[in-house]
C-alpha cells in the first residue's frame, strides 16, 4: 500500500459494490442451474413412437425460430390417437418475405407413424404477452391450448424425429447443447461478482490522515 493511503470507504461506495457482487453471484448460480437442467433433460429424454391423424386445421406456428441465420416458424399440430390427442412439434420452416402470410406445410392425411423425443412442455421465450391465441404464437401451454380447441390433449409433447414428405426442417439442436454456454455465462457473472469486490476495496483506499 503507498504511504500515506488509508482505509476510509465511503457507505455509497461499499453498498453500490455489495450490490453488484450479491447481483453476480445470483446471476452466477441462475446460469449454473440451468447447465444443470440442460444436461438433466439431456440425459432423461426417452424415444417414442405412436401412431395417429394429424388435425391440420389446428396448426400453430411458433414464431421467431431462427436456423443458420434465418427466421422461421417451428409448425406444431395435434395427432389424434384414439379418444386423446398429443401435440407434436413437427419441424421449423423459413418465414416468406412478408410477414402476413404463412408458409404453406403440407400435412399428410390418413394414419401415420410418428418417432421422436418426449418433452414434458414446449420451451417458453421472453413474452410480453399474458395469453396466446391464433395461428402465430411466441408460446403454447399445453392445458390453454387444449381449453381454446376443446381438444383433450396429453401433458406432453413428441418432437418429431422421423422423415416425412412435409418440407420441414428437422435438424434438432441436442437438449444438452447449450450447457456449455450457461456453464460460459456463470463463470462471466461469478467473475464480475469478483471485479466488483475488488475494486469496493480498492477505491475504499483513499490519501490523507484518517
Not at 2 to 21: I, M
Request: with cysteine.
Amino acid at each position: 500500500m503507498p504511504a500515506g493511503y488509508s482505509f476510509r470507504p465511503r457507505g455509497w461506495g461499499l453498498a453500490l459494490g455489495a450490490a453488484a457482487c450479491v447481483a453476480g453471484i445470483l446471476l452466477g448460480n441462475w446460469q449454473a442451474r440451468r447447465a444443470d437442467e440442460k444436461r438433466a433433460l439431456g440425459a432423461t429424454q426417452q424415444r417414442v413412437e405412436v401412431r395417429g391423424v394429424f388435425v391440420p386445421e389446428q396448426t400453430v406456428y411458433l414464431d421467431n425460430k431462427v436456423r443458420e441465420h434465418r427466421a422461421g416458424y417451428e409448425v406444431i399440430t395435434p395427432l389424434r390417437i384414439s379418444q386423446d390427442h398429443v401435440l407434436v412439434n413437427r419441424g421449423w420452416i423459413a418465414a416468406g418475405p412478408s410477414r402476413d402470410v404463412l408458409p404453406q406445410v403440407r400435412t399428410p392425411a390418413g394414419e401415420i407413424r410418428i418417432e421422436g423425443v418426449e418433452l414434458k412442455r414446449l420451451p417458453r421465450v421472453l413474452s410480453m404477452e399474458k395469453s396466446s391465441a391464433g395461428k402465430v404464437r411466441q408460446n403454447l401451454d399445453i392445458d390453454e391450448f387444449a381449453a381454446q380447441t376443446g381438444l383433450r390433449l396429453q401433458p406432453r409433447v413428441i418432437e418429431q424425429h422421423s422423415p416425412a414428405d412435409d418440407g420441414l426442417s428437422r435438424d434438432w439442436p441436442r437438449a444438452e447443447a447449450g450447457a456449455e454456454k450457461s456453464d460460459s455465462y456463470s463463470l462471466q457473472w461469478y467473475s464480475l461478482a469478483a471485479l466488483a469486490a475488488v475494486l469496493a476495496i480498492v477505491f475504499s483506499f483513499r490519501r490523507g490522515a484518517p
